[in-house]
């Protein structure tokens, strides 16, 4: 996957033949995904008509890779047909948003470990969304998924452990394509408390790299959400 | 000729492999979730009619930890795949599915994947909302949500009666038999003695009641307001009822799922702990020191971040014996109790709530100890009561003004928004 292939920046639209776009309601300009089942709004987002198409709205403050776009995201590593490995799906806001993206020929992997938010990801949307495989499971346990068959190109990893680093590179050793992409949101405020959000994000990072990554992007996520930031590298050597 | 040969279990059906990776022979699951679930579980009925045909292989491999252990103990020479190995089949999935039969293409196995991940995670989900532990946190948080509410509207029956009959407020503290006095009475005419002892006010106040029923200074009510104040009793009995049955129900669910933190913590702390753990399993696995501290984690970020001194307890201050001890004691006490309950989580979710009474033997012996070697308040305790009580004289807002002077309406020393109470200084 080039890089070519999906940059934007903030002031351009994304290239025409992806499902996402940039929508200006009320004067506002807003992320917006093509969306998979016409009329199914999954967390109470507007839809909104474009000619034939529908969009949904995606809410930066509610979904970090939303948020992390808003902020200048180089490069939006996904496209129509890509596989995708979500550890800590959660109620499914953010990976309903991919599931539109990747579109009915993409798969988006789902996992989730608290049984309480699975039934959700369930029952909205896995339920109603062919791309959609739910894994309720632990992400520490990668040998434990079922349904997961071959590598995917993109890992995003949104959980709330203080060794969430380590359980990413553990699943990306797994199941993440050579040359695949990882997107990791730092949660500084699992990790330590007591440190500086800044410093937590560089020692990660640090990890990262000597963990055979290639950082290409380090974002914080303010205003969207406090003390977390994104880090946006790909897996180069195993 | 003697080969090698795979079993692999994948989600859809056990398949047999030859070392080139043809098939041997292969089963599709009837119903894959419940079949793979028994699996995982160990329980390997699915793969007993293969046994005979297998025992001509040399070696035996397998993607199943759990089936290589199983097998063994039939004495079969079955090993544990390797990894490389376990890669590729997660790998290449889809190919081993139509090989082994499972499906006809590959747009069919990743359908009939998904929907197996649909209905195995439906099936977990379902089968751990079933978990009694889930439903005593939720009848411990109904539990503390009804007495606020029976606190709330008890107080608003109380000072809407109380302009009928006004002396009754400080008679009757319950508020569940003042309610009952509402609801059989009515008005403060109809209060007689029979009606008072039957509910179980003794005979002496209830002889002062009606006697200030007669010469009340309260005014007259109107039936339509009555009737509302009498619902209102209604609600209060009501609920009431409904907070004994839970507490009853709390106690008899955590003496099932939970004896043995039960014994050390009593019922209802101990649901409180559950609950604040998010399950009996979470608590079964963490450390004695975090279970100290449950319920504290405001003060404990608070230490960790300015350096200021722990918290000695959490949620565990509700526990009598904790909150009935001196100061300088309640933190060996509670880390004590902490530790014992560890073990009773472990031993309740691990060894099927068998009862182990010497926990609470033991434990009692350490307070005994304690109680005993630090009857006097520790030099420790000393010194920090002291150092706090002067950080509070230093940071008392008035020390920093020069002494009062009059202090008159408008005037710059007088005190802004009404008489400031003193804090009251909180550890949790």
């Known amino acids: ?201 560089e020692e990660e990072a640090q990890r990262l790299k000597d963990n055979g990554f290639k950082i290409h992007q380090i974002l914080t996520l303010e205003p969207f959400d406090k003390d977390h930031g994104l880090i946006y590298c790909t897996f180069e050597n195993r | 000729m003697v080969q090698n040969c795979s079993i692999l279990v994948l989600e859809l059906g056990i398949g047999i492999l030859n070392d080139n990776k043809e098939l041997i022979l292969s089963k599709r699951f009837d119903d894959p979730v419940i079949s793979y679930r028994a699996i995982k579980n160990g329980d390997y009925s699915e793969i007993l009619e293969f046994i005979d045909s297998l025992r001509s292989f040399k070696n035996i491999f397998s993607n199943d930890e759990g089936l290589v252990f199983q097998l063994r103990n039939l004495g079969l020479d079955i090993y544990f795949m390797k990894e490389e190995h376990l890669k590729d089949i997660i790998e290449n999935k889809l190919r081993y599915l139509i090989l082994c039969k499972f499906s006809s293409n590959e747009s069919d196995a990743i359908q009939s994947l998904r929907k197996f991940a649909i209905d195995f995670s439906s099936i977990n989900v379902k089968n751990i909302s079933q978990k009694l532990d889930l439903h005593v946190i939720q009848s411990i948080n109904s539990l503390d949500e009804l007495d606020k509410i029976i606190n709330v509207i008890g107080s608003r029956m109380r000072e809407w009666y109380g302009l009928h009959f006004p002396e009754m407020d400080h008679l009757i503290q319950n508020i569940s038999t003042y309610a009952q006095i509402i609801r059989i009475a009515g008005k403060r005419e109809n209060i007689v003695l029979d009606l008072l002892t039957n509910l179980g006010v003794e005979e002496r106040r209830a002889e002062m009641i009606v006697d200030a029923s007669k010469r009340s200074k309260g005014g007259d009510i109107t039936d339509e307001n009555l009737l509302i104040i009498k619902k209102l009793a209604d609600e209060v009995i009501n609920q009431t009822e409904l907070r004994k049955i839970l507490t009853i129900h709390v106690d008899s669910t955590m003496e099932t799922i939970a004896p043995n933190v039960k014994d050390l913590l009593t019922a209802s702390v101990g649901a409180r702990i559950i609950a604040k753990a998010g399950s009996i399993n979470k608590l079964a696995i963490m450390p004695a020191s975090t279970i100290q501290i449950l319920g504290a984690e405001k003060a404990l970020f608070r230490a960790l971040k300015t350096g200021a001194r722990p918290p000695k307890h959490g949620i565990l201050f509700q526990h009598p014996i904790i909150h009935s001890a001196p100061k300088w004691q309640r933190g060996k006490i509670a880390r004590a109790v902490a530790a014992k309950v560890a073990i009773a989580a472990r031993v309740d979710v691990y060894r099927n ?76």
């Open chain 1, 1 to 201: 996957m080039s890089e070519k292939t999906f940059a934007y920046s903030n002031s351009n639209d994304f290239s025409p033949d992806l499902f996402i776009k940039w929508i200006t309601v009320d004067g506002e300009r807003n992320l917006a995904t093509l969306n998979l089942v016409p009329g199914d709004s999954v967390y109470g987002e507007k839809l909104v008509k474009i000619d034939k198409d529908e969009y949904r709205l995606w809410d930066p403050f509610r979904s970090k890779l939303a948020g992390s776009i808003k902020k200048g995201l180089k490069n939006i590593p996904l496209k129509i047909g890509s596989k995708v490995l979500y550890l800590g799906a959660s109620t499914g806001t953010t990976v309903s948003h991919i599931s539109d993206i990747v579109g009915n020929n993409g798969l988006v992997f789902a996992v989730e470990s608290s049984v309480r938010v699975g039934r959700e990801l369930i029952e909205n949307v896995a339920s109603k969304r062919s791309n959609i495989v739910p894994i309720i499971e632990d992400a520490r346990k990668p040998n434990s998924y079922f349904s997961i068959f071959g590598r995917v190109n993109l890992l995003y990893c949104d959980i709330a452990q203080q060794d969430q680093t380590d359980i990413a590179i553990e699943n990306c050793r797994m199941f993440l394509e050579d040359g695949g992409t990882m997107l990791l949101v730092i949660k500084t405020r699992s990790i330590d408390v007591t440190k500086d959000p800044k410093k937590v994000i």
């Open chain 2, 353 to 428: 709530a068998e009862k182990v009474p010497i926990l609470l033997e033991t434990l009692n012996n350490r307070i005994m100890e304690i109680q005993q070697k630090y009857k006097e308040p520790t030099p420790k305790y000393i010194q920090n009561e002291r150092q706090s009580r002067d950080r509070d004289r230093d940071s008392r807002p008035d020390h920093r003004y020069p002494p009062r002077r009059g202090g008159g309406f408008g005037s710059k020393y007088a005190r802004k928004g009404g008489k400031k109470k003193n804090k009251r200084r909180f550890r949790d």
